[in-house]
């Protein structure tokens, strides 16, 4: 079964730096994009980062470009979101995602905080 598994979140001081990452298996990792979506407290999950199969083309919603980066090994089955400048606002549980036959499928997420 298709499984996907966070890590790498925790408590950084704003301007600090993350890198998550999202283990995956069950599936044939290297022909599916993937992306990284957060859930604020109180608020709607939402899109944050994707990228294609080949990890060539990357996208971000706009409060994130410039600051986190998406990237993938296909090697290892992983894709990871490096995220740097944190501020208060990225405070969310992270989750990875990936859509197989119109199907979607998350992990459990991570917790990120930013906080001094």
């Known amino acids: 079964q298709v499984l996907l598994v966070e890590c790498g979140g925790g408590l950084v001081q704003p301007g600090g730096s993350l890198r998550l990452s999202c283990a995956a298996s069950?599936?044939?990792?290297?022909?599916?994009?993937m992306r990284w979506y957060r859930q604020a407290p109180g608020k709607e999950r939402e899109f944050v980062a994707f990228?294609?199969?080949?990890?060539?083309?990357?996208n971000y919603t706009d409060s994130v470009k410039g600051r986190f980066t998406i990237s993938r090994d296909n090697a290892k089955n992983t894709v990871y979101l490096q995220m740097n400048t944190l501020k208060p606002d990225d405070t969310a549980v992270y989750y990875c995602?990936?859509?197989?036959?119109?199907?979607?499928?998350w992990g459990q997420g991570t917790q990120v905080t930013v906080s001094s």
């Open positions: 995602h990936v859509r197989i036959v119109m199907r979607d499928y």
């Open positions: 069950g599936f044939t990792f290297r022909n599916y994009p």
């Open positions: 990228i294609t199969s080949g990890g060539v083309v990357p």
